[in-house]
């Protein structure tokens, strides 16, 4: 099991993994996690300042910083994930953009995923506000990133003009932009040395998440939510379950991989979505998905129970991070977690999936290799 350790630190400054932590072994069996060097601090010209943001991972699966990736004709399929991002570029969103460009580059990326939030603080006002523009078309400009944006919604796109996002407007604003409440897309996966026709892909489940959470749907609350186009809230989530249920038992991918905004799994400030954990994951493990893939909890993680198959990627550290952590147990499964702000990659063939933790600052945080018999 893996750990961290959350500080209270100021999202306008970066952190610089700064802090070392090496895992060693007492008499048992159980990981400790110690500081173990302080390599100090470095200037960064455009910078406020610099704090500290500490990482715990599995010896095991520690790697060091710097361009580790596998070379991307060894993979058919390459993509990105971010998550809870649009900030205007503020709370280093350029930092993470300007680090998601040059690994999508490196790896010649097919496609970004989107894991929501994806316009703060309360979404767009209409299919012109400015700030899509401003923190979608003009952040992501590297050429790499010139690729299909699948994006899922959160519950801040929630607090605005939800149809705007759904609507057919905002692709003529920016092609790359793909966003509908649940969808699939699959992506063959046999390389381009194959002769014939593909039989082997990947299969991506996007759902919409926001529904599903009993909060939002309190009239009391705080925070008010566009609803619109949903059927009635029970009719509208039998619905979706139904029908993911249905599509994977349906579907002949070599892998599955399901999205969604809010997180199942989860050590981060929101912790677990009971109502997800509820209704979600029993029907993921049913189906032998492989992955499920979330934001909402600004960090990044890898979250493997022993008694589950299912492996729960958290990536939702495109801008404001630094929200703080859950002191993790056994229990929790928690192989790597970081509390700050970052990126995943993720390359695939037939028999195996390599995913990458990246911070702000290019460091290749941790990396996951899950194989396929």
């Known amino acids: 099991m893996a750990s961290w350790e959350a500080r209270p630190l100021r999202d306008e400054e970066i952190g610089l993994l700064s802090a070392l932590q090496v895992p060693v072994r007492d008499s048992g069996s159980r990981r400790r996690f110690f500081l173990a060097k302080t390599v100090g601090a470095m200037l960064v010209g455009f910078c406020l300042g610099c704090v500290v943001a500490s990482w715990y991972a599995t010896n095991e699966n520690m790697v060091a910083a710097g361009p580790l990736y596998p070379p991307p004709s060894l993979f058919p399929l390459n993509f990105l994930v971010v998550g809870d991002w649009g900030r205007r570029g503020r709370y280093n969103q350029t930092l993470v953009a300007a680090q998601m460009g040059r690994v999508g580059q490196d790896l010649n990326i ?6 929501g939030d994806n316009f703060y603080q309360h979404g767009l006002i209409g299919p012109e506000d400015q ?16 690729k299909t944006w699948y994006t899922v919604l959160g519950n801040h796109d929630y607090m605005g003009d939800v149809l705007a996002l759904l609507g057919d407007f905002l692709p003529q ?14 992506c063959p996966l046999c390389g381009p040395s194959y002769i014939g026709e593909c039989e082997k892909f990947v299969e991506f489940f996007f759902i919409d ?7 939002y749907w309190n009239s009391t609350g705080k925070e008010t939510f566009d609803w619109r186009g949903l059927a009635p809230r029970e009719e509208q989530l039998w619905s979706q379950l139904q029908n993911l249920s249905s599509a994977l038992e349906q579907s002949a991918a070599t892998w599955k991989i399901v999205v969604g905004h809010h997180t199942i799994r989860s050590l981060g400030h929101h912790g677990d979505t009971l109502e997800l954990v509820q209704q979600v994951l029993p029907i993921l493990e049913a189906q032998n998905v492989d992955l499920y893939i979330n934001g909402h909890d600004h960090c990044l993680e890898y979250i493997k129970h022993s008694d589950s198959d299912v492996h729960f990627i958290t990536s939702g ?3 404001k991070a630094w929200q703080g952590m ?4 056994e229990e929790d499964g928690l192989q790597f977690g970081y509390d700050g702000q970052g990126f995943v990659s ?5 028999a195996s999936l390599h995913l990458q933790f990246h911070d702000a600052l290019g460091s290749t945080l941790y990396s996951l290799d899950l194989k396929k018999h």
């Open 110 to 115: 097919d496609f970004v995923i989107s894991a």
């Open 326 to 329: 859950q002191t993790p147990t």
């Open 131 to 146: 700030k899509f523009s401003d923190s979608f078309t003009d952040i992501y400009t590297a050429p790499s990133l010139q």
């Open 346 to 350: 993720v390359s695939m063939t037939v």
């Open 209 to 215: 998440t926001a529904p599903f959470v009993d909060e």
């Open 317 to 319: 550290g495109g801008s």
């Open 173 to 186: 604003r920016d092609w790359r932009w793909f966003c509908h409440r649940q969808f699939q897309i699959q």
